[in-house]
């Protein structure tokens, strides 16, 4: 369709308690995404990022997805 779109990902497979194919999930979640041809921020890394992916989405018509991990979101 030419739309963009913000997808928040939850991440999977980072607490030792989870089972063992979400930390295999986990691991491989930023390359897949990047194979489907998005935009990949991880929200751990700059928290203001929604903005910046926002732009992308619906100025550039561009996919984009974001990383959350436990605890970024209460």
Known sequence: YGL????LISNRGEE???EP???EWGKNTHMWLQLMG???F????KMDILQTSCN????EERLVAVI???GNIR
Do not use: K, M, N, P
Request: with cysteine; proline share 0%; glycine share 4%.
């Open 42 to 45: 991880d929200i751990e890394e």
């Open 4 to 7: 963009g779109c913000v997808c």
């Open 16 to 18: 030792v308690s989870e």
């Open 68 to 70: 959350v991990h436990r």
């Open 56 to 59: 992308l989405a619906y100025d």
């Open 21 to 23: 194919q979400h930390r």
């Open 38 to 40: 998005f935009t990949v």
